[in-house]
Nanobody
Framework: VQLQASGGGSVQAGDSLRLSCAAS???????MGWFRQVPGKERDFVAV???????SYANSVEGRFTISRDNAKNTVALQMNDLKPEDTALYYC????????????????WGQGTQVTVSS
C-alpha cells in the first residue's frame, strides 16, 4: 500500500483546512489514521477511522477535526476546523490492520507528510 497525503498549507487561527490521503493498493478492512509531528517531538495520534466509518480522536482535536473515508475511491480525509497555532505540524496519513490502532508502531503503511502551519 502506498499513501499520498496532500492539502496542507498556511492559514490563520480559526480557519479550516482539509487534508486528503490517496491510497494505492489493497486497503480492504484497514484502519486509516492521521498523525502529526513537530520537530524534536514524537509523532502524535490525531484520528483513526475503521472500514465501516467508526472514528476515534485525540482529545486535543475532538469536536474540531473530522476524519472520513471513501472506500470506493480509496481515500481518507481530515477536515480541520477552528485551527489553532498548536495544530501546526507535519501531518501524516497511515494505514493499519491492527484493531483500533493509536500509536505509530501499530501502523504499517505511511504517506509522506504534509505541512500545516497556523499563525495567530
Amino acid at each position: 500500500v502506498q499513501l499520498q497525503a496532500s492539502g496542507g498549507g498556511s492559514v490563520q487561527a480559526g480557519d479550516s483546512l482539509r487534508l486528503s490521503c490517496a491510497a494505492s493498493g489493497r486497503t480492504l478492512n484497514s484502519y486509516m489514521g492521521w498523525f502529526r509531528q513537530v520537530p524534536g517531538k514524537e509523532r502524535d495520534f490525531v484520528a483513526v477511522i475503521d472500514w465501516g466509518g467508526s472514528t476515534s480522536y485525540a482529545n486535543s482535536v475532538e469536536g474540531r477535526f473530522t476524519i472520513s473515508r471513501d472506500n470506493a475511491k480509496n481515500t481518507v480525509a481530515l477536515q480541520m476546523n477552528d485551527l489553532k497555532p498548536e495544530d501546526t505540524a507535519l501531518y501524516y496519513c497511515a494505514a493499519s490492520y491492527k484493531n483500533w490502532p493509536r500509536i505509530p508502531s501499530e501502523f504499517r503503511y505511511w504517506g509522506q507528510g504534509t505541512q500545516v502551519t497556523v499563525s495567530s
